[in-house]
């Protein structure tokens, strides 16, 4: 199983939205409705953002959206904010799992 | 609140087995809507799968690592636990242990435990 394709970085100004994409193929994210985004601060364990493509969890912010279109997800941050600076990790279910590379996503 | 905790040696030789320990707390491993796993992340890079264990002791591996991962669970004492086998600095990664629904998103994970490989 090959890592899911994410951008290396991206960058935006507090009050923007950005998007983080997930590339993987029919036989991951194209094939399951079980894409899962996650945040991870330096030194910290990963945060469940959202969970099959467009669901979060309890307590995390309506400011963090999550879609998918063919073999691509994405996930949406609006209204950026300084807390916001941190690696996302993209993963699907594919009968195992499989992860993106990770986005190092910069707040400017 | 559900808790996980890795537990093990911080330092492993090379060609030696690596082994640690999850213990959860605040809930029970014998969970028919859950399985337990382990991810690791080398230093400066991303997160990768090593396998999932459920309750009963069915197993899956990243065919990657396959060869060298055993995964095991202990429903007396709470605990599941991974042996990667014939480790080289390649190795060398902050492992967590987590809990994984049935389509393999991780809603609790472990605060990590960083391995070193080295002589």
């Known amino acids: 199983q090959s890592a899911l394709t994410q951008p290396a970085s991206v960058s935006g100004s507090p009050g923007q939205s950005i998007t983080i994409s997930c590339t993987g193929t029919?036989?991951?994210?194209?094939?399951?409705?079980?894409v899962s985004w996650y945040q991870q601060h330096p030194g910290k364990a990963p945060k469940l953002m959202i969970y099959?493509?467009?669901n979060r969890p309890s307590g995390v912010s309506n400011r963090f959206s999550g879609s998918k279109s063919g073999n691509t997800a994405s996930l949406t941050i609006s209204g950026l904010q300084a807390e916001d600076e941190a690696d996302y990790y993209c993963?699907?279910?594919?009968?195992?799992?499989?992860f993106g590379g990770g986005t190092k996503l910069t707040v400017l | 609140q559900l808790q996980l905790q890795e537990s093990g040696p911080g330092l492993v030789k090379p060609s030696e087995t690596l082994s640690l320990t999850c213990t959860v707390s605040?809930?029970?491993?014998?969970?028919?809507?859950?399985?337990w796993g382990w991810i690791r992340q080398p230093p400066g890079k991303g997160l990768e799968w090593i396998g999932s264990i459920y309750y009963s002791g069915s197993t899956y591996y990243n065919p990657s690592l396959k060869s060298r991962v055993t995964i095991s669970v202990d429903t007396s004492k709470n605990q599941f636990s991974l042996k990667l086998s014939s480790v080289t600095a390649a190795d060398t990664a902050v492992y967590y242990c987590?809990?994984?629904?049935?389509?393999?998103?991780?809603?609790?994970w472990g605060q990590g435990t960083l391995v070193t490989v080295s002589s």
């Open positions: 987590a809990r994984l629904d049935l389509v393999a998103t991780i809603d609790y």
């Open positions: 099959d493509v467009s």
């Open positions: 605040g809930g029970s491993i014998s969970s028919s809507s859950y399985y």
């Open positions: 993963s699907s279910y594919t009968s195992s799992l499989v």
């Open positions: 029919s036989s991951d994210v194209g094939g399951y409705n079980y």
